[in-house]
């Protein structure tokens, strides 16, 4: 069965904190996705990697970096939070290729005080 | 740059009513893909269908159906005789090609309610 594991669910941080968001794909996918989710915005591409130590910035980087040491692993890393990063933040995997469906995680919900 | 409007925000039905979920969309490339996701309560995004651009045939799935206008850009998903658990929000995406891989575009999402 098709797996997208995020590490936590639910994350409070404080504003300035350096806050890390894990995800994990057993699939073998070779692309990997980091969205975040607002009311009425829809899911917003904040960055993307298609292989290991690639990355590109997708719609809304600023504020963020990623990082993919390993093909399973995609982190997202916000270096110091603001309270407009209060959001859910999803992953997402899929094998390489336009016809391919993305596989999403659970989500976190972030809250940034 | 590509686009996604899904125009109804919430949709509210009453169980085993058919309900039909707009979406349009924009786009210079002339092959992609699009697709319908669902998310649940539960917060998951599940992948419902796929359509590619140079085959309009329509088709049905059980309770689902679609509706892929070329002319129109527009590709409608249905659900036929509503039943409580397909209460969620649902999301149209288009698939973007680049040379770093496929990104996809997603509508605003339509939340759909369906009462018992």
């Known amino acids: 069965d098709v797996k997208v594991t995020q590490s936590s669910r639910y994350l409070v941080k404080r504003t300035g904190e350096k806050v890390f968001l894990e995800c994990v794909q057993d699939?073998?996918?070779?692309?990997m996705f980091w969205y975040r989710q607002d009311p009425g915005l829809g899911l917003r591409l904040i960055y993307f990697s298609y292989d290991v130590k690639m990355k590109e910035k997708g719609d809304i980087p600023e504020g963020y970096s990623v990082s993919r040491e390993k093909k399973e692993r995609f982190s997202l890393i916000l270096e110091s939070a603001s309270t407009n990063q209060t959001s859910m933040y999803l992953c997402?995997?899929?094998?390489?290729?336009?016809?391919?469906?993305?596989?999403f995680g659970p989500g976190t919900r972030l809250t940034v005080t | 740059a590509q686009k996604v409007t899904q125009a109804q925000t919430e949709i509210s039905v009453v169980e085993k009513e058919d309900v039909t979920l707009d979406c349009v969309y924009e786009?210079?490339?002339?092959?992609?893909?699009l697709f319908w996701y669902k998310q649940p309560p539960s917060g998951e995004l599940v992948f419902l269908i796929r359509r590619n651009s140079f085959d309009e045939q329509n088709e049905i799935s059980g309770r689902y159906s679609w509706n892929f206008q070329k002319s129109t850009s527009s590709f409608n998903f249905t659900i036929t005789a509503s039943q409580v658990v397909d209460s969620a929000v649902y999301f149209c995406?288009?698939?973007?090609?680049?040379?770093?891989?496929?990104?996809?575009?997603f509508g605003g999402g339509t939340r759909v309610l369906v009462k018992p």
């Open positions: 699939m073998d996918h070779e692309n």
């Open positions: 995406a288009l698939s973007e090609w680049g040379a770093a891989g496929n990104k996809l575009t």
């Open positions: 997402a995997s899929s094998l390489a290729g336009q016809r391919y469906e993305q596989y």
């Open positions: 786009t210079r490339d002339t092959t992609y893909y």
